[in-house]
């Protein structure tokens, strides 16, 4: 594109693997058919409808989430065979460990949706003057932020070993999920923000770290979404919530969420980058 520059200064070798582009109008694409997928959170809102969507398109989905979930119900409900529930909890390296073990079981683990998370509001000083106790900040950064990078780096010590796909080379791909609470924290939102500024924070240094054995890392920072998370407002909160949406001025479908999922596993050139998916929504402070 710019000879004059290559030519004067031609680039370094760089540390990941080059491959020629396709001629235009073709693309290369991870297929998910024959692909074992684990979805985190896959019980429920965001992560069941990607479990969906993912098994629509012949990938064997193992749900990965709380043994006090509907995961048992959403596995049987997928379309097509060899699809599981794995009970963990995605902040517990055995129980992680073991649900990766089950899915390398059933073929060649190629795709991980990471969705399983939680946010417990609070300020960082209560009405009553008293700090947020630290177990409470913990405890949403251990799920959201330390469970995502569990799952990711026992997913992609087994991606590791794959043979690369014969039409993209790849080994595999990760999708995280942040929020766009990591760029516009509400009040309130400290926990939750500082957990998802960290998914975002760690979704380059991820993708150049795994790089070189050609496994792909993403983050979709979600608005609102309707799931059963946003579902135990009020109507009128609700109302509120969804007027504040540019356009279009209403909550996310998860399926438009599982469609963006889907494009990133499948678009190969996807990669280092976190993608807003919102109605062009920027939180206010409340
Ligand atoms: N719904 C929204 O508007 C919205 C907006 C931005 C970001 N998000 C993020 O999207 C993700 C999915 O949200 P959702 O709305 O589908 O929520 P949801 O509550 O419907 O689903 C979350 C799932 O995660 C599971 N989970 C919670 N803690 C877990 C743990 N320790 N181990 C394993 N599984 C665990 C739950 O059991 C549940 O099935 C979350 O990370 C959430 O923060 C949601």
Known sequence: MYPGVWAAQPPAALPYPSRAAKPAREYERLDPRGAVAIVTGGASGLGAA??????ERGATVVILDLP???GEQTAQSLPGDGHAFHPADVQDPEQVQAAVQAATARGPLRILVNCAGIGTPGKVVGRNGTPMPLPQFAKVVGVNLIGTFNVTRLTAAAMVTNEPTPDTGERGVIVNTASIAAFDGQIGQASYSASKGGIVGMTLPLARDLAASSIRVCTIAPGIFDTPLMNSAPENVKAVLAAGVPNPSRFGNPAEYAALALHIIENAYLN????RLDGALRMPPR
Request: glycine share 8%; charged share 15%; net charge neutral.
């Open 68 to 70: 006090t979930s509907r």
């Open 272 to 275: 280092g980058e976190v993608i």
């Open 50 to 55: 990607t479990a969906q969507a993912l098994a």
